[in-house]
């Protein structure tokens, strides 16, 4: 059974820092891409960061890039999202994701498989 469980959220202020980690199991993800999406309150789910470990391919949303950084620790088989100069408007519940074997990098939530349940971040002004 293929989990994805994501921790590490909380409340910060602004300006602050957070690491989002996201524990994989169930199946090998090693030839993945992998993703964190964020979904604040009264909106759709945003494309956050992915990363292509095959393809050495990393995107950002143009709203974080500069401030957070994905990357994957294998032996864990933990997904990071180290988010910096956090914002008010970062405030969210964010999700990692995974895709099926050898698929494209991409920014759009149905091209990925696996879902975790979500971790709530807070960012106070």
């Known amino acids: 059974q293929v989990q994805l469980v994501e921790s590490g959220g909380g409340l910060v202020q602004a300006g602050g820092s957070l690491r989002l980690s996201c524990v994989f199991s169930?199946?090998?993800?090693?030839?993945?891409?992998m993703a964190w999406f964020r979904q604040a309150p009264g909106k759709e789910r945003e494309f956050v960061a992915t990363?292509?470990?095959?393809?050495?391919?990393?995107k950002y949303a143009d709203s974080v890039r500069g401030r957070f950084t994905i990357s994957r620790d294998n032996a864990k088989n933990t997904l990071y999202l180290q988010m910096n100069s956090l914002k008010p408007e970062d405030t969210a519940v964010y999700y990692c994701?995974?895709?099926?074997?050898?698929?494209?990098?991409?920014?759009?939530?149905?091209?990925?498989?696996?879902w975790g349940q979500g971790t709530q971040v807070t960012v106070s002004s």
């Open positions: 994701a995974a895709s099926q074997p050898l698929a494209p990098i991409a920014t759009m939530s149905p091209s990925y498989e696996y």
């Open positions: 169930g199946r090998t993800f090693s030839n993945a891409v």
């Open positions: 990363k292509s470990w095959i393809a050495r391919v990393t």
